[in-house]
């Protein structure tokens, strides 16, 4: 079924705080979709989506590809930042000009200025795609915010607190959403329940997220 988005326009703008230095910026993204879609494709011809290998050995039901000048990673050894895809032996491709502006803008717009991203982590989920609770913990610097944005399908995102067992708010990330966090909820543990099949007009059965760091 694919449930018509009604209340989109009166979501655009709005704020949502999820702690005392995070927040959902609702829509922010959307003037610039129309740009971020070719860049994707662009991405995606350069360094393919892939699923990779947890250290607990386990494949991730999420495809993931980075541009800029680290990406993330894991495989048997460990999560780290590359500089180098491990597929094809290159550098990750170039972070387009238009995401690292989102990026500085969402960040500027959240009060973190001057937000320099090097690494942007490119996640897609199709039907059933999870992300299990996580701490973003490999960045070099945890002063700075991660920005997050979503495209495509909604996706209910778990918003939780500084230990695994905290109960976890559930927050629905539509099309164009912007998810800013750092500061005193850099730490906070997160993840993304099992992707509902409900296909988005633009993208189809798929969500894109991007989420762009300062990692080295
Ligand atoms: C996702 N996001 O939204 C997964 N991490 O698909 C993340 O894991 C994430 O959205 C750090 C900051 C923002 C995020
Ligand atoms: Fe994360």
């Known amino acids: 079924m694919n449930t018509p988005d009604l209340f989109a326009h009166e979501r655009i703008g709005q704020r949502e705080s999820l702690g005392p230095q995070s927040l959902v ?6 003037p610039h979709a129309e740009a971020l879609l070719p860049a994707i494709a662009a991405l995606e011809a350069a360094a393919p989506f892939r699923h990779m290998v947890t250290p607990g050995g386990f494949t991730m039901s999420v495809a993931l590809t980075n541009c800029g000048r680290l ?8 999560y780290r930042y590359s500089t180098f895809d491990p597929d094809s ?33 490119v996640n897609r989920y199709v039907p059933g795609a999870k992300m299990s609770l996580h701490q ?21 995102f778990l918003f939780g607190g500084h230990a695994r067992t905290d109960k976890a ?13 750092g500061g005193v909820d850099r730490l906070r543990f997160h993840g993304v329940l099992p992707l509902k099949d409900d296909p988005h007009p633009e993208l189809g059965r ?11």
């Open 71 to 78: 990406g993330w990673t894991t495989d048997r050894r460990g």
């Open 136 to 156: 973003d913990r490999n960045e070099r610097d945890l002063a700075a915010p991660v920005v997050s944005v979503s495209l495509g399908m909604t996706a209910t």
């Open 206 to 216: 798929q969500r894109i997220n991007f989420t762009f760091r300062q990692a080295g």
């Open 25 to 30: 910026l609702r829509g922010f993204a959307l």
């Open 89 to 121: 032996g290159r550098p990750w491709p170039a972070m387009p000009g238009v995401f690292a502006a989102l990026a500085r803008e969402a960040a500027a717009a959240a009060g973190f200025d001057d937000f320099q991203p090097d690494a942007c982590l």
């Open 169 to 181: 708010e559930r927050i629905p990330l539509y099309h164009g959403d912007v998810v800013v966090w």
